[in-house]
Every structure is written in structure tokens, then in C-alpha cells.
């Protein structure tokens, strides 16, 4: 008989701060940059009562941990619940099945955080952040530990949320937060932009971006929405999380492929393979970047790994038997 630990969202909250989710999802992803299997995510939809289930899979040999999530969200209670097993990488074992909902902003924001050090300016001081909700503030606080920001504007159309959220993050951060009242105001002048969106189409004219700004895209993965217009896309070095998604869910770049402004040679990179250096990031002061950043297991499996390893350490969790199929189908 095998066990594994079980850790609840309430744990998981208190194992690690979003800061510290960096770091192993950069190793994460440089893993992949050197060839760590990963696939991008399945999602089968269902209309009555609508809904989908979605999964991601993959395998860090040196972070020692493959998995990923499987996550249900919509039909009847209109929620979404998340399950992430995680196995050892050596042997298959299970290591852990986490209630994985707590952690997913973290993880998220810690990808979009390594693709913004990757290939944003050293000297970006100014970010804007389209989007309040609570995958923005993941993206926030872990990009603020990677680039030294003065100042942070913020928009979401609804004018308190965007308010709350400058002022919870103005008690947060070292930089100055404040609510602007349109995405344009925001983009303005900006080294890096974030978008963290449920927008179906763009948010920002990308014509407005100045020469050297990065762009880190990570709220929407469907091939019929896109947070970011062609002219973003045409303009920028485009660098997505894992190239076999693009044609399938990243759907800003879908758009500009049918608007006939690139081709799918556009793709200059894995984020991985940048961080490896078989590709270059940023190769001019006035380069456009971006990052889009649809959600892998790459950095889910990562982060899993880091709070597995805290539990096991803290004591943290409760053991669960996993019969492995030797005994379990011997009968």
C-alpha cells in the first residue's frame, strides 16, 4: 500500500507566501526549456447544464514531481473545484493530491513574473494592470518581486473594484498604486502591461504601446477571445508558456494569424527556451515583447512540488492510502 499526503486549500494558503512561487516555477520552466515533457490543456465543454472539464499534464525530472490539474468549473453551482496529483518523478508513487484552488493565482502570477523578468526591460518602472480580480493581484505581487516598480495604474471597468484594489495593493507594495479611468490611461506611457481579464476582445489598442514595452497576456485561453489585438501581436516578439497551444486556445494570436498580419513563424519561443538561452528574449531596447501565458501544468507540477516539500517538512497534511494496481487489480 502507498500513501500520499492530502493538503486543503486552507493549508496550502499557509505554506507559502505568493513571493516564494517564483523561483521554482523559473526552474519549472527551464526544465522544459530542456525538454521536460508538457502538454498544453484538454478542455471538454458541456452545454446542459454548461460547463467544462478541463486538464494539463507534466513531467519535471529535476524538480523531481509530474502531474497536473483537473479542474471542473461551471454546470450547476457555477463554481469551479481544482485537483492536483502529483507524483514522484523517479518512481510514479503518489506524492500528493492537493485542493488546489488557493494556490492557483499564485502559481499563475509566479509564471507571469518569470516571463516578465525574462524579457521586460531591467529598468521598467512603471506597470500598468488591466483587470482586478484576484488572478491580477496574483500577477501583481509576484511581478513586484522581479522589477523594481515607482508606480502602478490599474483599470477594470467597474470603478470600485479598480479603487479597492490600489488601495489594498498601495498598503501592499513599495510602489504607488493608483485607479485610472480607462485601459488608454493605464497603457500610456507604461514599461510593462498586464492583462488579467475575463474580456472577450481587446483590451488596449496595441498602436499605443511604446517602443520597449513588455507585455505578460494571461487571462484568457480561447481560441475565440483574446485580451490582445493584432497590432500587438504584429508588432511584438511573441513568446507564449508552450508553443503547441497557440494554434489550439491562444486566441490573441489566433486572431492575428485570420487577420492575416502573421503566420504561426511569428512564434519566436518557448518561455522556457529563452530562459535556457536557445533563443534570445529581449534583443533591443525598443523591442515589443510579450508573453502570453495561457496556463500550463509546467508551473502548476512546480509549485505543488515546493508546498509538498514544506508540508512534509512542517507537518502539514493528512495521509491517504493509494493501493497501487499490483495489489488493487490482483484479485
Not at 495604474?153 to 489594498?168: I, L
Amino acid at each position: 500500500m502507498s500513501t500520499a499526503l492530502f493538503l486543503t486549500s486552507a493549508e496550502i494558503s499557509e505554506l507559502a507566501r505568493p513571493a516564494e512561487y517564483v523561483d521554482p516555477v523559473r526552474a519549472g520552466y527551464r526544465e522544459r526549456g530542456h525538454g521536460a515533457p508538457a502538454e498544453p490543456r484538454t478542455t471538454l465543454s458541456n452545454d446542459s447544464p454548461a460547463g467544462m472539464l478541463t486538464g494539463y499534464l507534466a513531467v519535471l525530472p529535476e524538480t523531481g514531481a509530474m502531474g497536473g490539474y483537473t479542474y471542473a468549473a461551471g454546470f450547476g453551482e457555477r463554481d469551479a473545484h481544482f485537483a492536483l496529483p502529483l507524483f514522484d518523478a523517479d518512481s510514479g508513487a503518489p506524492l500528493a493530491l492537493l485542493d488546489g484552488a488557493s494556490m492557483n493565482p499564485h502559481k499563475t502570477g509566479a509564471a507571469g513574473a518569470v516571463g516578465t523578468d525574462a524579457l521586460a526591460p531591467v529598468d521598467a518602472s512603471d506597470l500598468a494592470i488591466i483587470g482586478s480580480g484576484t488572478q491580477a493581484r496574483g500577477q501583481l505581487l509576484a511581478t513586484a518581486t522581479v522589477r523594481d516598480f515607482d508606480r502602478v495604474e490599474v483599470y477594470s471597468p467597474t470603478q470600485s473594484n479598480r479603487q479597492d484594489f490600489a488601495a489594498e495593493m498601495n498598503e501592499t507594495l513599495d510602489a504607488t498604486v493608483a485607479a485610472v479611468a480607462s485601459s488608454a490611461a493605464a497603457v500610456e506611457g507604461a514599461d510593462v502591461v498586464i492583462t488579467a481579464t475575463n474580456a472577450d476582445d481587446p483590451v488596449f489598442d496595441g498602436e499605443m504601446l511604446d517602443s520597449g514595452t513588455h507585455v505578460t497576456a494571461m487571462g484568457q485561453y480561447h481560441p475565440d477571445k483574446r485580451e490582445l489585438d493584432a497590432a500587438t501581436i504584429e508588432r511584438a516578439t511573441y513568446v507564449p508558456d508552450l508553443r503547441a497551444r497557440v494554434t489550439r486556445d491562444a486566441g490573441s494570436f489566433i486572431h492575428a494569424v485570420e487577420e492575416g498580419v502573421v503566420d504561426e513563424d511569428h512564434v519566436h519561443a518557448e518561455l522556457g527556451e529563452v530562459l535556457v538561452g536557445d533563443a534570445p528574449g529581449r534583443e533591443s531596447p525598443e523591442d515589443i515583447t510579450v508573453f502570453d501565458s495561457g496556463g500550463t501544468a509546467i508551473e502548476t507540477v512546480a509549485a505543488a512540488k515546493m508546498l509538498y516539500d514544506r508540508a512534509v517538512e512542517d507537518g502539514v497534511g493528512e495521509e491517504i492510502d493509494f493501493a497501487p494496481a499490483s495489489e488493487a487489480m490482483d484479485r
